[in-house]
T-cell receptor
Framework: GAGVSQTPSNKVTEKGKYVELRCDPI?????LYWYRQSLGQGPEFLIY????????DSGLPNDRFFAVRPEGSVSTLKIQRTERGDSAVYLC????????????????FGPGTRLTVL | GDSVTQMEGPVTLSEEAFLTINCTYT??????LFWYVQYPGEGLQLLLK?????DKGSNKGFEATYRKETTSFHLEKGSVQVSDSAVYFC????????????FGTGTQLKVEL
């Protein structure tokens, strides 16, 4: 079946503009994660959804970043007043429901959206 | 907080050489440990995992053993191939943390003929 898809694959914007990045998870996956990968670094956690609600948004760097998942499937990461430091690859991953302590469901990653802020 | 430290790259090996990529971690709880791989032009893929101490994860000839006493999860392969050229990420997920992953900085492996 289809994997996680992300659109656009590339986004170039100017400093101060607003951007939206979209993630389509694997069908039936209730957990959805956003990560950010800067050049030469590993992915860093931003936010995690279980269904429609944000279960953990502790990784969002500031209030310019916001994410939604209104119907428990597609998610949109929104960045206001973009800054050059926001330039990175934004990764989305999805998995089956978290099974609790001691369990793990594999996260499947999308190809990412490369955001460049000029 | 939780963190993962892995050896810097790039690592360049000849085909059929032995590979070790070191990974150590610190965790606030009891972690599960992972190796992810990113092949050129592709997304992150789970390579192997171990969810408790002394477990050995293995896949595609790669192995890693969860060593709680040394807080390590080193990746090994006995004979690398050119097709193993990729970036390898060590990662952890702490129980009760919603399965969010904490990654190391990645190690680029180049295998030459």
């Amino acid at each position: 079946g289809a994997g996680v898809s992300q659109t656009p694959s590339n986004k170039v914007t100017e400093k101060g503009k607003y951007v939206e990045l979209r993630c389509d998870p694997i069908s039936g996956h209730t957990a959805l994660y956003w990560y950010r990968q800067s050049l030469g670094q590993g992915p860093e956690f931003l936010i995690y959804f279980q269904g429609t609600g944000a279960a953990d948004d502790s990784g969002l760097p500031n209030d310019r970043f916001f994410a939604v998942r209104p119907e428990g499937s597609v998610s949109t990461l929104k960045i206001q007043r973009t800054e050059r430091g926001d330039s990175a690859v934004y990764l989305c991953a999805s998995s089956l429901t978290w099974v609790g302590t001691g369990g793990y469901n594999e996260q499947f990653f999308g190809p990412g959206t490369r955001l460049t802020v000029l | 907080g939780d963190s993962v430290t892995q050896m810097e790259g790039p690592v360049t090996l000849s085909e059929e050489a032995f590979l070790t990529i070191n990974c150590t971690y610190t965790a606030t709880g009891y972690p599960s440990l992972f190796w992810y791989v990113q092949y050129p032009g592709e997304g992150l893929q789970l390579l192997l995992k171990a969810t408790k101490a002394d477990d050995k994860g293995s896949n595609k000839g790669f192995e890693a053993t969860y060593r709680k006493e040394t807080t390590s999860f080193h990746l090994e392969k006995g004979s690398v191939q050119v097709s193993d050229s990729a970036v390898y990420f060590c990662a952890l997920s702490v129980s009760g943390g919603g399965n969010k992953l904490t990654f190391g900085t990645g190690t680029q492996l180049k295998v030459e003929l």
